[in-house]
Structure formats: C-alpha cells, structure tokens
C-alpha cells in the first residue's frame, strides 16, 4: 500500500564537555554516567532488540561530537565502569534494607537487575566503546546517524563571525565522519539558525538540517504546505521543520505523556531520601547529595506525597501512550493528506536524553510505536531524511525558500542564550573568535610547538562557545560551574594568544592544559582560516 505520509523520528543526544582528570570524583562528570545509565545504552538495548525481531522501523539520531568525545575517552570510560559497580552494590545494600517491603522490595529488585544487565552490556557486548556500538546498529540502515556543531555552540549568536560559525560546523562534520562516515545531515545546535547558516553547511557537503516551526513559516517566500513538507533554502540544503502537535504530546508538561502519574518520580531519588552516612560510599567521598538513580516513587500528582512506583503499570502506560501517539499520527496524516493533497513529513523531534533519562519509561514508548509503526494497515511510514530526500523524485518537490533566524528555545529566539544572567559573556567569546580567525590568517604554516599552541588555541575557544554554559547560567542550576568553565578556556585561550603572538610559548603549561582539554586530538587550527575549506 502506498503510503499517505511519513514520520520521521529524530533524537539528539548532546552533552556538554566535562572531564576532569585532576579529580578522583567530579560530580558534573555523573552527567554523562547518568545518560549512559539511563538513556545511551537502554536505547542501544532497545535500538538492538527492533532490529532482531526484524522489525522496519527508521530514528535518526544525532550524537554530538563532545559526546562522542566521551564516549572514547579511556579515562571516563574507566570511570563510567567504576560508577555502575557502585550503583549495583548500592541496590545490594538496598536490597537488604528493603527486605519484607512489599512497596519498595520490587522496585529495588527490578534496579538491581537492570544495573546487572547494564554493566554486562557496557563490559562484555560493547567493550566499554559505546560510540563503536552505535556505529553497528547504524549500518542496518535503520538508524541515520547525523551530527551537529564541534561544541554544541549557538550559531546565531556567532554569527558576526562567519569563520567561527563554519568552524564549528566543519569541525563537527569531520568528528563524525572519522567516527561513523561522512554525515548526510546536521542537528543545528538548540535549532538555532539564523540566513547564511545554511550556505556553511552547503560547503561542508551537508544535505539537511532541521528547525524550529516558526522558522519555516516565516520563510521568504512563506511556504504553501508550512513545516508539513521540507523546503529547500536557496543554498539548496533542506531544512525540516518540527512539527508543533507531534513534540507537544510528548514535551508538554500540561499535555505530555511523560507527566502521568503512572510514571517514575525523576526528582524523588534516595540520594536525599536517606541518611548520608549510609550512601557516602556509593555516591561521593565528600558526603556530597548528589542523585543516584534510584528513584522508588511514581508522578502521583502535584503532592509531596508519593506513592510507590510500580514498573509494570508504567511499562504497560508506555504502551498505551504508544497507541495514542500512533493513532493521532495516523489521524493528523489523513487530514493534511485530505486538506493539501500531500503526503506530509510529520518531523517529531526531541532531546534524546528524555527518554531513559527524564522519562524512565521513555525507551518503552519508543520500542511499542516502532512495532506499531510496522502494521498492515498504517497509513505512514517512518523513514530517515536521507531516505525521504534519495526518494524525492516521487515525491512533492520542496518550495525554495529562505528560512528566518528561530531557535526551538523558550519564545523562539536568542533569549535563552543572550539575556541578563549570561549577556556579558558575548564581549569575550565574539573577541577570541576574532582573535582565532587572525591567528589562522597570520601563521597559515606553523610547524611545532607554535603548531600546538594554536592547536591548543582552537581547542579552547570550541569549549568555551559551548550552548551549554550559558544555558546553564541562565537557568541558574550549576551555574558557579558554567561560569568557572567559560572564564577557565576563555583565559587559556587569552594566554595562548598572547604567548602565540609574542613568540614566548611555556611548554610546559602548554602540555598540562593539552592534556586537560585533550577534545579533538587530530584538531587542526586552519579549519578557522579564510580557505579552510581547501
């Protein structure tokens, strides 16, 4: 049966740099072992299980290279080992303290389990190589791998610097293709586009990219079919516009599924629940609280007082979830089928961290509506951008059209990333990248220490133009640690300038922070030059 529309899944796992070889524990480095835990390797697991039971489904998935980073680093993964070890004898511990409790007893088990499975499946089935794991599942052509910018950096707000901009998107684009091949598409960090972006992806080969509704629809000239069909910028990169109905049902904390009061508690977590003598072995030396993932509770309601969490009854909610999204895609397929005489791309994007992570039962939702999706008598089918586009000859050619500057952050613009809390910031970040663009025109040939310096230069700026540190400070949640990482790369990068161009580089500060900030290891500083792309 040929199809009347087409839904395209799109996840995109991104966290910020945090490594910190100078400390034995660091608490910000459990963001990545949390995601790990609670989101990479259950939606391998997941990704895996689709595949096996030859299941048709199609995600696209972009990994951000400070991920990937990571992922690769021998010192995190090591450490990512260290830290399940101690969340499994923490549930052991648990399992003890909760025995006879027919509440919490289950909970605990049901941990307890999949910790177990989880260490197996990061020790002994992926060889601690998460990245080499995804790049498996990928080649069964079920699941398009993308990238996005090197830092995950705002682009727009970089842009009265165009060489900054292409930087991060080459730089990004060249992470990923040593890792996984050449990517066919990019996630623009934060859905941050504003004109001329586009023509940067264009020359680092990139085909599509993705943006947020109000971006499409204030297009110059406004598109006939909205963000229902992708439209072609006069660059010819394709941007896929997000579907507003499909990303409310899931993000809306008024609307959304993943606030039923079925599901697990995310804030609810024993590592404020119970007596810090009795975790500090298992959670931070320094008596920090601190989550540990063990969150026995349910949503329940807008109370304080919660009620045990029951796995199976969320579990089986996922999957009534499943159907209704399922069903409201079929429904939503048919009118605008029946309205405009299209077979529409309903472009479902959202934070991949959502799921696992934020909604524990996330991964199960995702899994019921790939079956879902497999049925005799649906009526769309899910399909990667690449695919949609390999296949546009039999479909509607996209409108050209130049889409208008939009981010998918709170009130659609540049607020989130340039407001009172963080504007001051810009002064600094927009001068280094000045200043790098300069360094890559004055030494084109530098061989040597001079090489590293400006190596090491590239480097810090990348880390410090992270979306993250000022989304953080504006959110004001570890916002102490934003600040110290921005002000710490922004005065490296400060030195190294002034080392650089004076010709007095200290070796051996240099090698301390090569080794600190050691992203991107084959980084060659020229990707900031006029001609970098030659």
Wanted: proline share 5%; with cysteine.
């Amino acid at each position: 049966m040929r199809e009347d529309g087409f839904l395209c899944i799109v996840l995109h796992a991104h966290l910020p740099y945090v490594r910190h070889p100078e400390h034995e524990f660091f608490l910000e480095e459990n963001w990545l072992y949390e995601a790990i835990t609670e989101t990479y390797i259950p939606l391998l697991d997941v990704l895996e299980r689709l595949i096996h039971d030859g299941i048709d489904f199609r995600i696209t998935l972009s990994l951000s290279p400070t991920l990937v980073e990571m992922f690769q680093d021998h010192l995190l993964r090591r450490r990512y080992g260290r830290h399940i070890e101690r969340l499994l004898a923490l549930t052991e511990k648990e399992l003890f303290r909760t025995k006879g409790d027919i509440h919490f007893k289950p909970v605990v088990a049901m941990y307890h389990q999949r910790f177990k499975r989880i260490l197996h499946l990061y020790e002994d089935v992926y060889r601690k190589d998460i990245a080499s794991a995804f790049r498996r599942v990928a080649a069964t052509g079920k699941i398009e791998l993308i990238t996005t910018s090197a830092t995950h950096a705002f682009l727009p707000n970089l842009s009265p610097y165009p060489g900054a901009v292409r930087a991060q998107i080459a730089v990004g684009a060249g992470q990923h293709a040593k890792t996984f091949g050449r990517p066919q598409g990019i996630w623009l960090p934060e859905c941050g586009y504003a004109p001329g972006i586009d023509s940067h992806l264009k020359e680092t080969g990139l085909r599509f990219f993705f943006i947020e509704r109000h971006g499409v629809l204030h297009s110059e000239p406004s598109p006939k079919y909205g963000a229902y069909l992708p439209v072609r910028c006069p660059s010819e990169v394709v941007a896929f516009g997000r579907d507003e109905e499909s990303s409310r049902q899931v993000w809306s904390s008024i609307e959304g599924y993943p606030g039923d009061f079925r599901y697990r508690d995310f804030y609810r977590d024993i590592g404020f629940d119970l007596d810090i003598d009795y975790l500090k072995p298992y959670t931070h030396p320094d008596g920090i609280r601190t989550f540990t993932g063990l969150k026995y509770y349910r949503v329940t309601g807008k109370t304080d007082n919660k009620k045990p969490y029951v796995r199976e009854k969320a579990v089986k909610r996922a999957e009534t979830h499943a159907h209704h999204f399922y069903r409201r895609r079929k429904s939503q397929i048919q009118r605008l089928r029946d309205l405009f005489g299209i077979r529409p791309v309903i472009t479902a994007t959202y934070d991949a961290e959502l799921f696992g992570h934020w909604w524990f039962e996330g991964p199960e939702w995702l899994e019921a509506l790939c079956r879902l999706a497999q049925q005799k008598r649906n009526n769309f089918r899910m399909v990667s951008p690449s695919e949609y586009l390999n296949e546009e000859s039999g479909q509607t050619v996209p409108e050209i059209c130049l889409p208008s500057m939009s981010s998918w952050g709170d009130k659609g613009y540049s607020e989130v990333w340039v407001n009172e809390a963080n504007d001051y910031v810009y002064r600094h970040l927009l001068k280094a990248a000045e200043r790098m663009l300069f360094l890559a025109e004055r030494f084109p040939r530098s061989k040597g220490l001079m090489q590293r310096a400006l190596n090491q230069a590239a480097r810090e700026l990348l880390l410090a133009q992270q979306s993250d540190w000022t989304f953080i400070m504006k959110n004001r949640t570890a916002s102490g640690y934003a600040k110290k990482r921005l002000e710490e790369h922004i005065g490296r990068f400060t030195r190294l300038y002034e080392s650089i161009t004076s010709r007095t580089i200290p070796e051996q500060w240099l090698a301390e922070i090569e080794d600190k900030d050691r992203i991107f290891k084959d980084l060659d500083y020229r990707v900031f030059g006029r001609k970098a792309e030659d």
